[in-house]
């Protein structure tokens, strides 16, 4: 049976099974484990309101240990296993992986929660983040306890256009160009660990495009957002069929619309909606907002979208009946160059197969959550992991 005694020595293995790094499994642990006593207080491992009896771990449990619960847990959602597979990895039947799977799923969102790692759900709560952000930036910024570690990077800094349409306008050949600047780095987690800031873009200096200096408040203002489809299996239903099927993916899929910093954080995460929704609906339906002078990646899907007060960065489209410019299509290729990054977000994310692959569980809004908890897993591991965008020049 897969214990992890006997697999936390095998850091290759361990990686594979989990997507975590022991030292990263070790901190989230504490968290975990708070959570599930927690919920031990008030119901039973079935989900039984909880009167009597306090609980105890049975010595024939089939997860003796804190660590064997938050690591069946981690395997079963990394891996999308049959839960007969999943039952002989661990020693259970197949009624108990299904009832342990909707246990510690909910508990491990509770300590990602804790951790302040959930995406937030609604426009309300992402503004929210927003105004915590520019506090943090603030305090930051005024307390000098920065230092500089004289390493350079190139970083990004937002195109400046008045209008949405501006920021698509055709640029010089001498505004594509790219130069280093010197960046600072930030401490990790109490555990002594260290991480460098994101690699992002710049324009030059001297092509007019970036009016003001890179800096982290800069950063602080860029955001990116796209659409994210999982499949799933054929509705039974023929109206649930027309639903969530995806004329684009030919599939029937579910649809989320995630946004992500210039730092690879992903600080919004929208409903699961139908299939067939599009980018552009999905996003006015979920009612976000970008603070006043951010500039906004994103790819055609959006077309339209434009928040007052937010500049909009969006590959022109072709016009119809008519082929766009080589000085557009140039444009067209920079933006994507930037925009690819929330792609790797996304794609993060899905290294986690429940996400990726169909999803064979349906109680409650089970579909709805494994989004969320993976992208909760996705931001704290990138405390420990930062992600880099790196310039391309070709």
């Known amino acids: ?17 989990t997507g975590l790094h022991v030292e990263e499994f070790v901190v989230l642990l504490a968290s975990f484990q708070e959570a599930f006593d927690r919920s031990m207080q008030h119901a039973t491992i079935t989900g039984e309101k909880r009167e009597y009896r306090r609980y105890t771990t049975y010595s024939t449990s089939p997860l003796p240990t804190m660590e064997d619960k938050l690591l069946f ?28 799977t909707h246990l510690l799923h909910g508990i491990l969102n509770q300590a990602l929660a804790q951790q302040s790692h959930l995406p937030a759900r609604t426009a309300q709560e992402f503004a929210m983040y927003v105004q915590d952000r520019a506090k943090t930036d603030v305090s930051e910024r005024t307390s ?3 230092s500089d570690s004289g390493e350079t990077r190139p970083e990004i800094s937002a195109t400046s256009a008045t209008s949405p349409e501006d920021a698509i306008d055709t640029q010089d050949s001498t505004d594509t160009e790219m130069s280093p600047q010197t960046v600072s780095q930030d401490a990790i987690l109490a555990q002594g660990s260290g991480r460098k800031t994101e690699t992002v873009l710049s324009p030059r200096p001297d092509s007019g495009v970036g009016q003001e200096p890179p800096t982290e408040a800069t950063a602080a203002r860029i ?9 799933i299996n054929r509705p039974c239903d023929p109206f649930d069929q027309e639903d969530y099927y995806s004329g684009k993916k030919k599939q029937h899929m579910l649809k ?3 946004i992500a910093t210039i730092h690879g954080k992903v600080p919004f995460l929208s409903w699961t909606r139908f299939g067939k929704l599009h980018d552009k609906r999905a996003a006015d339906e979920s009612g976000y907002t970008f603070p006043a002078g951010s500039h906004v990646y994103q790819d055609t899907g959006f077309q339209g979208f434009a928040p007052a007060d937010v500049i909009i960065i969006q590959p022109k489209k072709k016009p119809r009946g008519g082929e766009r410019t080589l000085a557009e299509k140039a444009e067209n290729r920079r933006i994507s160059s930037i925009r690819v990054f929330v792609e790797h977000v996304i794609c993060s994310v899905k290294r986690y197969r429940v996400v990726k692959e169909k999803i064979r569980l349906w109680k409650g ?5 494994v989004l969320e908890t993976w992208c909760g897993l996705h931001n704290f591991r990138i405390t420990f992991r930062p992600m880099r965008y790196a310039e391309n020049k070709s």
């Open 256 to 258: 989320n619309i995630m």
């Open 223 to 231: 955001f990116f957002h796209d659409g994210v489809e999982r499949p």
């Open 365 to 369: 809004n089970i579909r709805d959550k």
């Open 1 to 17: 049976m897969l214990r992890y005694q006997e697999i936390c020595a095998k850091k290759r293995r361990f990686l594979a099974l």
């Open 144 to 146: 000098g306890d920065r």
């Open 73 to 100: 847990i981690l395997v079963y959602l990394k891996h999308n296993l049959h839960q007969e597979i999943q039952g002989c990895l661990f020693g259970m039947s197949q009624t108990n992986v299904s009832k342990w």
